[in-house]
T-cell receptor, first 113, second 115 residues
Framework: SQQGEEDPQALSIQEGENATMNCSYK?????LQWYRQNSGRGLVHLIL?????REKHSGRLRVTLDTSKKSSSLLITASRAADTASYFC?????????????FGIGTKLQVIP | DAGITQSPRHKVTETGTPVTLRCHQT?????MYWYRQDPGHGLRLIHY???????DKGEVSDGYSVSRSKTEDFLLTLESATSSQTSVYFC??????????????FGPGTRLTVL
């Protein structure tokens, strides 16, 4: 079963609007990562937030992490058509001496010009 | 793309045939991973490697084997392909520096169709 579950599974917004995607997980983690995947391409890392951090920014991206609720959100501000992609959260935990990363099923974002 | 290539990029094969997918990296990263991506399932880990000849199973390893005889190459083999192994396969690497807090870098993927 997937550790992370994104919500919503699909999101359609107008260019310029903000997009918010949520991720919930079940077990304790060391960090949580967000990735973007354009159609037909591999995943690209966007941002990593550690378990002892609550919020992190990178350009138009803002990620929050609430370990008490086992949830994270990714906010993309002032969206652009080029932001159209699938977004995945991935939880990382230390298991048996090695990092285990588990991906969610993703949120498909469409930004309409 | 962190110097990761996958070959072939597309393959169509028949049920029961062996298939080997190759992942090649140019930056001598220690950790390498094979995932499959299917609609409704996201990415699922098949096998991973933490060094030459050091590999371990992921959550969906049945029907797959891997080998890593050189740092730069991580091979995924389907000994006898089945239609359920039709999928897009991604290789990823993770730099060892930075402890636990470093991301994975993904290859472009291989689309495999088993008829």
């Amino acid at each position: 079963s997937q550790q992370g579950e994104e919500d919503p599974q699909a999101l359609s917004i107008q260019e310029g609007e903000n997009a918010t995607m949520n991720c919930s997980y079940k077990t304790s983690i060391n960090n949580l990562q967000w990735y973007r995947q354009n159609s037909g391409r591999g995943l690209v890392h966007l941002i990593l937030i550690r378990s002892n951090e609550r919020e992190k920014h990178s350009g138009r991206l803002r990620v929050t992490l609430d370990t008490s609720k086992k949830s994270s959100s990714l906010l993309i501000t002032a969206s652009r058509a080029a932001d159209t992609a699938s977004y995945f959260c991935a939880t990382a935990s230390y298991s048996g001496g090695y990092q285990k990363v588990t991906f969610g099923i993703g949120t498909k974002l469409q930004v309409i010009p | 793309d962190a110097g990761i290539t996958q070959s072939p990029r597309h393959k169509v094969t028949e049920t029961g045939t062996p298939v080997t997918l190759r992942c090649h990296q140019t930056e001598n990263h220690r950790y390498m991973y094979w995932y499959r991506q299917d609609p409704g399932h996201g990415l699922r880990l098949i096998h991973y490697s933490y060094g030459v000849k050091d590999t371990d199973k992921g959550e969906v390893s049945d029907g797959y084997s891997v080998s890593r005889s050189k740092t730069e190459d991580f091979l995924l083999t389907l000994e006898s392909a089945t239609s359920s192994q039709t999928s897009v396969y991604f290789c990823a690497i993770r730099p060892a520096g930075g402890g636990l807090d470093n991301e994975q870098f993904f290859g472009p993927g291989t689309r495999l169709t088993v008829l």
